[in-house]
Nanobody, 121 residues
């Protein structure tokens, strides 16, 4: 089992920045690819950014490319998402996720509880 706990969500004005963190506990964090998903009401959960177990590979959804940066610190069992130039349409719940094949096949083995991001215009 892997437990994931997100932090860093909140309210920010458009154009501002936030940094999300996800602290993992349980099984070996570095074994897993990691990702950040978001889910707007009535829509499917979407992979926003993903990172391989050794940070050698990353993925960004087109809507966030150039604005968001995913990173991880395996020594601290922590995943990060730096979000810059935030837009009102980025408002929604963000989830941390872990999965052996998350980057290659989009499969998630573990989910965090989610953290709310609200961007005001």
């Amino acid at each position: 089992q892997v437990q994931l706990a997100e932090s860093g969500g909140g309210l920010v004005q458009a154009g501002g920045s936030l940094r999300l963190s996800c602290l993992a506990s349980g099984r070996t964090f570095s074994n897993y690819a990691m990702g950040w998903f978001r889910q707007a009401p009535g829509k499917e959960r979407q992979l926003v950014a993903g990172i391989s177990w050794n940070s050698g590979g990353t993925f960004y959804a087109g809507s966030v490319k150039g604005r968001f940066t995913i990173s991880r610190d395996n020594a601290k069992n922590t995943l990060y998402l730096q979000m810059d130039s935030l837009k009102p349409e980025d408002t929604t719940l963000y989830y941390c996720a872990a999965g052996y094949t998350l980057l290659k096949e989009g499969n998630v083995d573990y989910w965090g509880q989610g953290t709310q991001i609200t961007v005001s215009s």
